[in-house]
């Protein structure tokens, strides 16, 4: 079992930026890929962004393309997405994931391939 906690959400106006960070436990996240989807209210919970097991590959939605960067560092078992030139569409509830069997270079899009998910942190995104 992994347990996903995703942190560093909050109220930024439209243009700046954002870090958030999601950490896990029960076991190293070395071995899945991970991904971030959101849930904006009255929405379906949709990808935003996905990294390879090594850290090396990522893949994004068209909508974040330029504005949303994704790394991961093993050793500490943490995530890290950067949002920058956010704007009031950003605004959602921001979920990290965890990808079991995949290939080690492997991006994972589809939530269906997702065995463990956090509970969100919420991004508000002022006008």
């Known amino acids: 079992q992994v347990q996903l906690v995703e942190s560093g959400g909050g109220l930024v106006q439209s243009g700046g930026s954002l870090r958030l960070s999601c950490t896990a436990s029960?076991?190293?996240?070395?071995?899945?890929?991970m991904g971030w989807f959101r849930q904006a209210p009255g929405k379906e919970r949709e990808f935003v962004a996905t990294?390879?097991?090594?850290?090396?590959?990522?893949y994004q939605t068209d909508s974040m393309k330029g504005r949303f960067t994704i790394f991961r560092d093993n050793a500490k078992n943490t995530v890290y997405p950067q949002m920058n030139s956010l704007n009031a569409e950003d605004t959602a509830v921001y979920y990290c994931?965890?990808?079991?069997?995949?290939?080690?270079?492997?991006?994972?899009?589809?939530?269906?391939?997702?065995?463990?998910w956090g509970q969100g942190t919420q991004v508000t995104v002022s006008s």
């Open positions: 994931a965890a990808a079991a069997g995949v290939e080690f270079s492997e991006v994972v899009a589809m939530p269906s391939r997702y065995n463990y």
């Open positions: 990294i390879n097991r090594g850290g090396v590959s990522t």
């Open positions: 029960g076991r190293t996240i070395s071995t899945y890929a």
